[in-house]
């Protein structure tokens, strides 16, 4: 008899592929991982899939659902590899995406780079039309001119077309009859409409939304249409559903017409498993450190919930610099991402300095331990050589590692022109690459009013848990969590989260003179939208939670902040209460109370999702007993140099275990270090505990 009861998540990163199966009988969870074949990420992503099933005797038939996460769409745009976009927009604004919003990166250079546009000028078209700010038609749509673009852009061999009109978001209809145009003229040619993709203010955001739409759509089709034909020819006849860059899930449909709300799903993913570990560990105030092959991510959570943004720069050019990239108005999780990660370069540059990052081996050619051809020293090969990773027991021992060449490429190319020996040298790339974490973060939540000291570190990723105690010590962080499977939690991330949708509509007005009846249409409207999307996700109607909010500012100022709105009808009877919770919002947020000025709202945003149904999983490599205790080797910690380690097997250790450090704990995915003064203990989760005591 066929059972649907498994589920899978799968991860794809920068460097792996993780892969997690769940047994919904039972909730136990299994765990995979795979070097991600970067030439065709599905090729690792299928074999990845085909050897967890084979390991627990499951057929493809038997799972009823998989979850997924891509970095395609990101490193589409990063890479350039999208389709050959044209733009239609009103007339005079053809060179929007290329004057931007007059901001500057690099205040003082005068030659710094801009983003390059993802259209190109020669694609850009214009026709005559106006729609006023309030919605109005000022000038009639010139449907001549939509026929002539047509022509120019078929002519140039288009292989989608944006739409993107001033004030299309408050009136879409000529957005809409330019697209009617299109499919008539240019038939198979994806088109995407700036007010179905984000119907806010602000033409510079709003055009590369829709671009950026554009540009990858038929990239994303065809991969989750391959992905889709492949998983079917193996047998699998479930659902498929996407990760969305806000932490809901979306359907396969819906992914191919929306495929730029793709671009953080993978990142997303880890901060989703970070809210569910927060609540399970009942660890409300959380910094999640992801820290995999590639990049480091952190994000906040308060009370067991990550901040989530309306707004994400793609593409940047200074990968880590604000205001380098492509402004994207799409729902996101707000989190920042490092360059450094497992295979961070490590270099001595012009200066004679060392640095690490952000460049990275990747899986191909990867870190010199690998093996496969890598000859540049990585943040890998720095932890391999401190004795915190097993040459033996590398993905459980299915990736032996060459420390000779580690040895042999950190002492030519870092120790020697550095004048230190080859342990030294991997001792400054493994602090030079906590310190560019510790940094980043201090930033990160100085920026929110926070202090570090105040919150639990949780640490995952596959490098995480190795990097995680050297992190918390820069920041003051008294407690780390490092959860069961720390090493492919982001693909478990997919396993906890549920369907959900953002979407929003602009409406400009002083609060006191706001038209009630107007906001409550585009409430109306929203809700209608987003049930319908959560509805065809397979969510019964009567389960949708629906949350309010709108983005607001002191008239005057530039920029807006979000506020939760009351329930019920919204009228001049609750006036004083939202403008109270816009005042309490804004005083947390910057820590200073402004009154008897006016406030202005600008857009109006709908969340909805559905009632969490959490189930406290059951890990397969967790608990399994026998001695924990595999034996010592000598690993280094700053002003102790090597000192001897207990290593043990985080399979075999049970709930309640205690260790005093200095300890080193593996598994197939991860590896956990912790420094001499640290108290480690399991709780009834299986999670791992570790306390940093005083100070040596």
């Known amino acids: 008899m066929k059972n649907n009861d498994f589920r899978i998540g799968i991860d794809v990163g920068g460097t792996f592929t993780d892969l997690v199966l769940v047994d919904g009988r039972t909730n136990r969870a299994s765990f995979g991982k795979e070097l991600t074949s970067h030439d065709d990420p599905s090729r690792s992503m299928l074999q990845g899939l085909q050897r967890l099933l084979d390991a627990n005797g499951i057929a493809w038939t038997d799972v009823g659902n998989i979850v997924h996460a891509t970095t395609l769409v ?30 500057r990166y690099e205040l003082y250079d005068l030659f710094f780079e801009k983003p390059a546009p993802l259209v190109s000028r020669q694609l850009r078209q214009e026709v005559s039309e106006r729609i006023g700010v309030n919605g109005d038609v000022i000038t009639p749509l010139d449907e001549d001119d939509v026929a002539a673009a047509t022509e120019v852009l078929r002519e140039y061999g288009v292989e989608a077309v944006a739409v993107c009109l001033m004030h299309g978001y408050r009136n879409p209809s000529h957005e809409k009859r330019i697209a009617a145009q299109l499919r008539d003229l240019l038939p198979g040619v ?102 995999g092959g590639t990049t480091a991510k952190m994000c906040l959570l308060r009370d067991g919930e990550p901040e989530r943004s309306s707004e994400f720069e793609a593409a940047r050019v200074q990968r880590f610099k604000k205001g380098s990239g492509l402004p994207l108005k799409v729902p996101v999780i707000d989190l920042i991402e490092i360059g450094a990660g497992g295979g961070s370069i490590a270099r001595v540059d012009g200066m004679g300095l060392l640095k690490v990052g952000p460049e990275s081996a990747s899986s191909t050619p990867g870190p010199v331990c690998y093996n ?267 002003g102790k140099g090597f000192i001897d380690c207990a290593v043990f097997e985080r399979s075999k250790l049970a709930a309640g275990a205690t260790i005093a450090g200095p300890a080193i704990i593996e598994e197939r995915e991860s590896t956990i270090v912790a420094g001499p003064n640290t108290f480690i203990s399991v709780d009834g989760h299986f999670n791992v505990v570790i306390e940093i005591r005083e100070t040596e």
């Open 190 to 291: 994806p088109v995407t409409l700036s007010s179905d993709i984000a119907p806010v203010i602000r033409e510079y955001e709003r055009a590369n939304t829709a671009s950026g739409n554009a540009y990858v759509q038929p990239v994303v089709e065809q991969y989750l249409t391959e992905l889709e034909t492949g998983l079917s020819h193996r047998g699998f006849d479930g659902a498929v559903h996407l990760m969305l860059s806000a932490g809901g899930l979306t359907t396969l449909g819906t992914a191919k017409k929306q495929p730029i709300h793709l671009i953080e799903s993978g990142p997303a993913a880890g901060a989703i498993a970070a809210g569910y570990f927060s609540r399970l560990t009942d660890t409300p105030n959380l910094i999640s450190f992801d820290m």
């Open 372 to 638: 496969r051809g890598g000859t540049e020293p990585t943040v890998t090969d720095s932890d391999l050589v401190l004795g915190y990773l097993s040459p033996d027991y590398f993905l459980g021992g299915e990736l032996k590692l060459d420390l000779a060449a580690v040895h042999q490429a950190i002492g030519d190319r870092l120790a020697a022109p550095l004048g230190m020996d080859v342990s030294s040298a991997a001792a400054g790339v493994h602090r030079i690459v906590n310190e560019t974490m510790a940094s980043a973060t201090r930033m990160y939540l100085t920026e929110r009013g926070e202090d570090p000291s105040r919150y639990t570190l949780l640490a995952f990723g596959g490098a995480g848990p190795v990097h995680a105690y050297g992190l918390a010590k820069s920041l003051g962080i008294a407690k780390i969590v490092v959860p069961p499977g720390a090493g492919v939690m982001s693909a478990l991330g997919l396993l906890t989260a549920a369907p959900a949708c953002d979407v929003a509509r602009s409406y400009i007005s002083d609060l006191s003179a706001v038209d009630w009846n107007i906001v409550n249409r585009l409430f109306a409207d929203m809700e209608g939208e987003a049930s319908a999307l959560l509805v065809a996700a397979g969510v019964s109607k009567e389960e949708i939670v629906l949350t309010r909010s709108a983005d607001m500012r002191f008239i005057g100022q530039g920029f807006e902040i979000p506020t939760v709105l009351p329930e019920g009808k919204l009228g001049p009877d609750l006036l004083a209460d939202i403008e109270a919770r816009f005042i309490h919002d804004y005083a947390v947020r910057f820590g200073r109370r402004v009154d008897g000025v006016g406030v202005e709202a600008l857009t109006w945003r709908l969340t909805a999702s559905i009632p969490r149904r959490e189930a406290q999983l059951a890990f397969a490599t967790s608990g399994q007993g026998g001695d924990a205790r595999k034996g010592q080797r000598r690993a280094y910690f700053e």
């Open 74 to 103: 990101t490193n589409a745009i990063i890479e350039r590899k999208g389709a050959k976009v044209g733009l239609i927009t009103t007339r005079g604004f053809r060179d929007v995406l290329e004057i931007g919003n007059e901001t």
